[in-house]
């Protein structure tokens, strides 16, 4: 039963930030400074390294205060 809880919860929160990734991205979350983004020729390679950082200490702190 936890794990049908998990995935629900989880498959919840990928829908939610499907829909809310244009407000994400109009705000500049996805192409902060230290973000690295590479084009050379027909390839491209982009990883956002800051913004993975920024979303994790948010999580990190609204799961801090629910847990509080």
Known sequence: MDMQRFLIG????????????????????????G????QRGNTSFYFPLVTCLVVSLLLSAVAWLLNR
Do not use: E, K, V, Y
């Open 10 to 33: 989880l498959g919840l929160a990928i829908l939610i930030a499907g829909i809310a990734w244009p407000l994400i991205s109009r705000i500049g979350l996805g192409r902060l400074p």
């Open 35 to 38: 973000d690295i983004a590479i």
